[in-house]
T-cell receptor
Framework: DTGVSQNPRHKITKRGQNVTFRCDPI?????LYWYRQTLGQGPEFLTY????????KSRLLSDRFSAERPKGSFSTLEIQRTEQGDSAMYLC???????????????FGPGTRLTVL | AQSVTQLDSQVPVFEEAPVELRCNYS??????LFWYVQYPNQGLQLLLK??????LVKGINGFEAEFNKSQTSFHLRKPSVHISDTAEYFC?????????????FGTGTKLQVIP
């Protein structure tokens, strides 16, 4: 299976705890993206990496959120001191470079659903 | 800045009837356009994309969409829907700004196919 995978699929935690999610992109894709999706909304961009470099972060990504992609392969998204408002589906996607410096469509993982009690 | 508007939050339609899901966008730069489908508790799956060339694009599952630059629209259509098309559909735009890629999604349209 060469799709995008995410672990865990579900996470329930108490307010104030730290959580970490993992995303494994499609192996030949050098761009990796994180999105957050709340009920009734479309995915909202959080951040993305090109190889190991984090190129952009949304203002949605508060100081409690940190993302890494240390070896340019898998990525982790950590949320510290979780709040109830962090409850959402966290989606990961990856894409590959095309000719002319462009990038192809993003392939999405199944997501990690976070519930903060 | 770019934005995407999906005008209908829910669209009920009878099985085998045609359907159109509307999408309008705004952007100060050239954009690429996508439609994704999301089934319950799953990630997003690409239905179709417009990058350049013919403004009528065909995707999977019998869906097609037409890019209309003057009306800044990218409406999704299917001539005859099936029960299995019941899902949420998201329109998305990707634009290059400063050499980096930004993706903006609409709020989604829930398609409910009625037997």
């Amino acid at each position: 299976d060469t799709g995008v995978s995410q672990n865990p699929r579900h996470k329930i935690t108490k307010r104030g705890q730290n959580v970490t999610f993992r995303c494994d992109p499609i192996s030949e894709h050098n761009r990796l993206y994180w999105y957050r999706q709340t009920l009734g909304q479309g995915p909202e961009f959080l951040t993305y990496f090109q190889n190991e470099a984090q190129l952009e972060k949304s203002r949605l990504l508060s100081d409690r959120f940190s993302a890494e992609r240390p070896k340019g392969s898998f990525s982790t998204l950590e949320i510290q001191r979780t709040e109830q408002g962090d409850s959402a589906m966290y989606l990961c996607a990856s894409s590959r470079g095309l000719a002319g410096g462009q990038y192809g469509e993003q392939f999405f993982g199944p997501g990690t659903r976070l519930t903060v009690l | 800045a770019q934005s995407v508007t999906q005008l209908d939050s829910q669209v009920p339609v009878f099985e085998e009837a045609p359907v159109e899901l509307r999408c309008n966008y705004s952007s100060s730069v050239s954009v690429y356009l996508f439609w994704y489908v999301q089934y319950p508790n799953q990630g997003l799956q690409l239905l179709l994309k417009y990058l350049s060339g013919s403004t009528l694009v065909k995707g999977i599952n019998g869906f097609e969409a037409e890019f209309n630059k003057s009306q800044t629209s990218f409406h999704l259509r299917k001539p005859s829907v099936h029960i299995s098309d019941t899902a949420e559909y998201f329109c998305a735009v990707t634009a290059y700004s400063g050499g980096y890629q930004k993706v903006t999604f609409g709020t989604g349209t829930k398609l409910q196919v009625i037997p």
